[in-house]
């Protein structure tokens, strides 16, 4: 069985197609799924996802892509991961890639609001889903500076270089690796997954974007993982159902009250 650490079902081309996607998760042996919220706006949509179904859980917070939405205090995130099935604090993090006109000193907002979800994640005690892009070593600095060691958390979708890996795993973080792992262009990326340790590995879609090798380009959704896990076996030179327990087990360890 697998476990779908990050998907966005409550995303119109997913959510209309609910049914469908959970008889193929089903029939893909994907047995369980972390439904993630970006914006506060669309947390009562992913809370439903979880709520309503046995095998969905929801994290609570706002992407750093999003701008036009409602800024979250430590208080409103507190308000939600006190909530039944909430297991996350994100995502959050740090996105450099789309700056346009503005420097990295015009991104303070982003800083902030990242600052906003680890007080919460530490006052709460639940793990942060953290996004990085182009942004690893401010990702890094500010975690390091808010966490003080006594946060948790995964490194989602992670694109990032092997020195960026150490440094998450060496603060204690999972790394969780998406359909990129499987793309042709993705040799980097392979190299790194291969010394992650196993015990330290999620795997996950960021459905409906980034649809593994075979269905690269279409819509994504969590009955795709298993080719992410035979990605990652792969480039470990292990069997299939190693890596899917593992990753089972890891989800477990750090979204620990999906089992409670
Ligand atoms: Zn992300
Ligand atoms: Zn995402």
């Not at 982003?110 to 919460?120: D, G, K």
């Not at 994640?121 to 942004?135: D, M």
């Not at 998406?178 to 992650?196: E, H, M, N, P, Q």
């Amino acid at each position: 069985m697998y476990v779908d650490s990050h998907c966005h079902l409550s995303f119109p081309e997913l959510a209309e197609k609910l049914p469908e996607i959970r008889a193929a998760m089903a029939e893909a042996g994907v047995d369980r799924a972390l439904c993630i919220c970006t914006t506060l706006e669309e947390f009562a949509l992913v809370h439903a996802l979880a709520l309503g179904h046995d095998n969905f859980w929801c994290s609570a917070g706002v992407h750093p892509d999003n701008e036009d939405v409602r800024e979250p205090s430590v208080e409103d995130l507190l308000a939600l991961a006190a909530k039944p099935k909430v297991v996350a604090i994100g995502e959050t993090g740090l996105d450099y890639f789309r700056l346009g006109e503005r420097s990295i000193a015009d991104m303070e907002w982003q800083r902030q609001r990242f600052r906003v979800h680890i007080r919460a994640a530490r006052a709460s005690g639940l793990p942060l889903v953290i996004h990085t892009r182009s942004a690893s070593v401010d990702t890094l600095a500010v975690l390091r500076e808010e966490s003080e060691g006594q946060a948790r958390g995964v490194f989602h979708c992670f694109t990032e270089t092997a020195e960026v890996a150490r440094a998450a795993l060496d603060l204690g973080f999972y790394i969780s690796f998406s359909g990129i792992l499987t793309f042709k262009t993705a040799a980097d990326l392979r190299s790194v997954a291969s010394f992650v340790p196993l015990d330290r590995c999620l795997i996950e879609t960021d459905s409906p974007y980034l649809a593994p090798v075979p269905y690269r380009g279409k819509v994504n959704s969590p009955a795709y993982v298993p080719w992410v896990a035979r990605q990652l076996a792969e480039v470990k030179g292990l069997a299939l159902e190693v890596v899917a327990e593992a990753t089972s087990r890891n989800f477990e360890r750090l979204f620990s009250r999906v089992t409670t």
